[in-house]
């Protein structure tokens, strides 16, 4: 799956096939009573097995090993947004992609019965999916929306509290996505986001890649430039804090994420750190890059103006 004239639709329907079968494969699974304790999901790549422990890897709350596996199993980020946040009860908070709704249920526990918790997804599969979750959990103060993050389905200066978790990074439009969280977020508002960004940018052949993009690798972009979108939306007090991955997660992307990319990228050790190179095609080296500097995920904060 690879072009180089991908439009924001192409980008959109990718991401969306991407976690509609995510999510749809997920409930086959659940509903065939399969050993999923076997089956641990990492960061955008649930549906291949792998060692990767999202929940110990990611989550410093402990209220996240308490949720049933349907929760769980069905995590796809690259963080502890909630922790991160530092919620308070009686707040409203909105999550960016909620997915199976993780982040949504962990966030209704610190708010309370007095507090809100407004989960948006643009996949019908995934909304249907943490629907029947939260019914499971009598989440009574959770709701879930359909729609972009890029067109909020969400009023003005409604929201305490914005978190999300490694979504951005998959929007083909960046600082809309700011912009909207902007209008929906109260005076002194927060804005507490886990995502992937790189330091430079990444080789052409992987930005082109739209399962790389899906896989939320091609579209993560320099943490400079997610800075400045966040400010040329009127965030002050950014504040960006990186987490870098070890190899075990590099090998586990490169081999999940991008397989259209197999033969064009390879990792070779160098001095003893392995580095990728990425080759044309026809063992034409064109660039080389060590993933451990390049992608990293990042803990990002900031705030709208009182
Ligand atoms: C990597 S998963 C993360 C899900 C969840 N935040 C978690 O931590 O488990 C990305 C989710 O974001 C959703 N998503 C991606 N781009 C979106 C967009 N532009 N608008 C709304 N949802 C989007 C996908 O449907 C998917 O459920």
């Given at each position: ?17 991407r ?39 990611f989550y ?23 922790t ?23 966030a ?29 959990l ?47 977020l ?15 940018s ?10 790389a ?53 390879k ?17 034409h ?13 990042a ?8």
């Amino acid at each position: 799956m690879t072009t180089k004239s991908k439009t924001p639709s192409d980008i959109r329907g990718a991401v969306r096939e991407r976690y509609g079968k995510i999510a749809e494969n997920f409930q086959v699974r659940m509903q065939a009573s399969c050993d999923c304790s076997t089956t641990q999901s990492s960061c955008c790549a649930p549906e291949i097995e792998s060692q990767l422990d999202t929940i110990t890897r990611f989550y410093e709350d402990p209220d996240a090993f308490e949720l049933p596996t349907e929760v769980t199993e069905l995590s796809l980020g690259c963080g502890d947004p909630v922790t991160l946040a530092s919620l308070k009860e009686g707040q409203t908070v909105l999550d960016l992609g909620a997915g199976g709704g993780i982040d949504c249920f962990l966030a209704a526990k610190k708010v309370g019965p007095t507090g809100k918790v407004i989960g948006v997804d643009m996949t019908p599969a995934m909304i249907e999916r943490a629907r029947s979750n939260q019914i499971k959990l009598e989440a009574r103060n959770v709701e879930f929306r359909l729609g972009e993050i890029e067109n909020l389905p969400v009023a003005d200066d409604t929201v305490d509290v914005i978190i999300s978790n490694c979504v951005i990074n998959l929007s083909p439009d960046k600082h809309q996505v700011f912009r909207e969280a902007y209008r929906v977020l109260r005076q002194g508002g927060k804005l507490a986001v886990s995502d992937i960004v790189t330091d430079g940018s990444l080789p052409d052949v992987i930005k082109n890649s739209l399962s790389a993009w899906a896989g939320c690798v091609a579209g993560a972009i320099d943490v400079k430039e997610y800075i400045a979108a966040m400010q040329d939306a009127g965030f002050i007090d950014v504040d960006v804090n990186a987490s870098y991955w070890d190899q075990e997660m590099i090998n586990e992307a490169i081999e999940q994420i991008a397989p259209d990319l197999k033969s064009q990228i390879k990792a070779v050790d160098r001095n003893g750190q392995a580095v990728l190179v990425v080759n044309n095609g026809a063992d034409h080296a064109l660039a080389e890059f060590d993933p451990q500097k390049a992608i990293f995920s990042a803990k990002i904060t900031a705030r709208k103006p009182k």
